[in-house]
């Protein structure tokens, strides 16, 4: 529930407060099938709301836990 509710805010504009959701699941939910999708959504949402500091870090965490990810070039991609 909480990655739809965070794609839901993410997709109506509200992206500031899709990140919250989306890291309460990267966070809270390690087990979960959506945590890699919701990893990446996550510094997506921060990089498009200027928070690139906090974007590089989940970006880096991301490919530290799942360099083998599909997402993964497109997380390598983003860091720049």
Same mark, same amino acid.
């Given at each position: +529930?909480?990655?739809?509710?965070? %794609? #839901? /805010?993410? /997709? #109506?504009?509200?992206?500031?407060?899709? =990140?919250?959701? *989306?890291? %309460?699941?990267? $966070?809270? &939910? #390690? $087990? #979960? !099938? /959506?945590?890699? $999708?919701?990893?990446?959504?996550?510094?997506?949402?921060?990089? %498009? !709301?200027?928070? *690139?500091?906090? +974007?590089?870090? =989940?970006?880096? +965490? &991301?490919? +530290?836990?799942?360099?083998?990810? %599909? /997402?993964?070039?497109? =997380? !390598?991609?983003?860091?720049?």
């Amino acid at each position: +529930a909480l990655y739809f509710l965070a %794609e #839901s /805010l993410y /997709l #109506s504009g509200k992206k500031g407060d899709a =990140v919250p959701h *989306y890291r %309460e699941l990267v $966070d809270k &939910f #390690s $087990d #979960s !099938t /959506l945590n890699a $999708d919701a990893a990446y959504a996550l510094g997506v949402a921060l990089e %498009e !709301t200027k928070a *690139y500091a906090e +974007a590089e870090q =989940v970006y880096a +965490a &991301f490919l +530290a836990k799942r360099p083998e990810h %599909e /997402l993964a070039p497109e =997380v !390598t991609m983003r860091r720049g």
